[in-house]
Each structure stands twice: as structure tokens, then as C-alpha cells.
């Protein structure tokens, strides 16, 4: 059976954001998104959720290029003066391995996120992390122990299969995107040791910001058996925020295809059944 989450990531980063989550939600495939809890319009992203009772939402950890919940003052270890995360992804991830005073300040913003989503009176649908960093073993082992305090029951594994880009389109498989998927063994052994439900597959990854409704129509007609994640980034307009931190992306385009008659009939073509984390 071919089962298919339609979700996006950046839930309150924007109100652009938000609104096209929300039209994509009411007007489109979107069933399930995924909340920065500390993110510059995340008020905005939690009202909208509340008036769609349909959506599922979850955590979008964020300990990379974002705002953290807790003030500087509490994790000086982890942010600047300012409150955000560094964007520098391998050093971040050498000191969450091999910092324990790091690690200390970690743990304890992961469980203020959780917390602070829970405080939303949201139902907590599902965990990753902005730009995977879950796949960290240290960043997932604290996202699911405190996820577990929380309520969690699934969470993402960024695992996206070279094989249906291919049949979909141009896309060229690469030693560091085979790596990648072998790593995400690590994530998927930590998830389902603790009981959590995971998906095969995810797309958004290769083709991210560049989900277009040509390239989704052609992926949902080659989607492979069990349950994939397709993940998008959308937004009514670019503004400052989402200028400077994805620059090249195609937000709007984004929203055009999960609106798109030709992503529903690629569906129906495979016979891939939209579901969600709870279903």
C-alpha cells in the first residue's frame, strides 16, 4: 500500500508562510505542518491552527539558524546576544557531540520547545527538526526523551530514495546523499526503540524550495510502497526574513503545487492514499 503525509516545514516563521499554509490546507493536499514554536510569527501560525481543526500540527525543533524559547541569558552556550542559534551546521554539530556543558544547555532548550508547544493546547502530531539536525544522534536522543515526556508518537526520517527523482525527472545521486541515507539508520534505530512511528520515505530534501507542480504531478506518479512523507516549503510572498534565509527558494511556487490538480491526479495515478501521522 502506497500511504502519502503531505506536510510543510516553517509553520510561524512567517505570516506568509502561515497563510499559505493555511490555503494550502483548505485548497489543496496539505494536511499536516510543522511549528516553530519561537518563530517571529508563530502567534499568527497557532491561531490559524486552531480555526483548522483539521490540520495536524507538530514541533519543528529548532537548534540551528533560529530563535531559541529560552532567553540568552539561560543557554549562553547556544545563542547569541540576540537568542539565535548559529548557522554553521558542522560546527554545531561537533560541539553538541563532544561539549557536555553544551549538551547540558541542549537538552534543556529541546524540553522548552516541547513545553512551550504543549502550552499552545495543540495536539503534538509529530517532531523533526529544521534542517534535519535531528539526524544529530545527540539532538535526536534529546528530541525523543523529551518528546516522549510530551506525548510523541512519530517522528520524521529525512530517508529520500535516488530512484523515483529519477523516474520523476533530472536528478543525479551523489556519494554524500548515499551517506545520508545510511545515517538516517541511526535516527530510525533511536526512533523505534522508543516506540515511535516513522515513515519510509521522504521527498523535499534534493528538490528543496523547488517542489514545483511539475515536479510533484510527476513524483506522486512514482511514489514507492509504504508510507512517504512529501515535505514543502510555502509562502505567499517573499519577505525580508525569507529572503535572506532561503534566497533561491520558490515559495510561491511551492504553494501552486500543493493546490495542483496535476500533484492529486499523480496520486490517483499510483494509488497513493494522503494520511497523516495519526491516522
Known amino acids: 500500500m502506497k500511504r502519502v503525509i503531505i506536510s510543510a516545514d516553517d509553520f510561524g516563521l512567517s505570516e ?3 497563510e499559505a499554509i493555511e490555503i494550502a490546507h483548505r485548497d ?3 494536511s499536516t505542518a510543522s511549528l516553530m514554536v519561537a518563530g517571529p510569527a508563530a502567534q499568527d501560525a497557532i491561531a490559524r491552527a486552531r480555526r483548522l481543526p483539521g490540520l495536524h500540527v507538530g514541533l519543528h525543533l ?3 539558524e533560529g530563535p531559541a524559547v529560552l532567553p540568552p541569558s539561560e543557554i549562553p552556550l547556544l545563542v547569541n546576544a540576540e537568542g539565535q542559534f548559529p548557522s554553521d551546521q558542522l560546527g ?3 560541539r553538541y557531540f563532544f561539549r557536555p556543558d553544551i549538551r547540558l544547555q541542549l537538552a534543556v532548550e529541546i524540553e522548552a520547545q516541547f513545553a512551550a508547544f504543549a502550552r499552545t493546547g495543540l495536539r503534538l502530531d509529530h517532531a523533526n527538526a529544521h534542517k534535519h539536525m ?3 544522534p545527540t539532538v535526536g536522543k534529546y528530541l525523543i526523551e523529551s518528546g516522549l ?3 510523541l508518537q512519530a517522528v520524521r526520517v529525512p530517508l529520500e530514495p535516488p530512484e523515483p527523482l529519477i523516474a520523476a525527472g533530472t536528478y543525479n545521486d551523489s556519494m554524500g546523499s548515499a551517506a545520508l541515507r545510511r545515517w538516517t539508520n541511526v535516527l530510525r534505530h533511536q526512533a523505534r526503540k522508543a516506540g515511535l512511528r516513522t515513515n519510509d520515505w521522504c521527498f523535499g ?4 524550495g523547488h517542489m514545483t507542480a511539475d515536479r510533484v504531478a510527476a513524483l506522486a506518479a512514482h511514489l514507492p510502497e509504504g508510507l512517504s512523507e512529501i515535505y514543502f516549503h510555502p509562502a505567499t510572498a517573499k519577505n525580508t526574513l525569507l529572503e535572506h534565509l532561503m534566497p533561491t527558494y520558490d515559495h510561491q511556487g511551492e504553494l501552486t503545487a500543493l493546490c495542483s490538480p496535476g500533484f492529486r491526479a499523480g ?3 499510483c494509488h497513493a492514499i494522503p494520511t497523516s501521522w495519526s491516522a
Open 28 to 30: 489543496g493536499l496539505l
Open 16 to 18: 506568509e508562510a502561515n
Open 62 to 64: 529548532v537548534v540551528i
Open 149 to 151: 515526556r510530551h506525548g
Open 205 to 208: 530534501i534534493a528538490w528543496s
Open 267 to 269: 496520486l490517483a495515478h
Open 134 to 136: 535531528h539526524l544529530h
Open 92 to 94: 554545531l554539530g561537533i
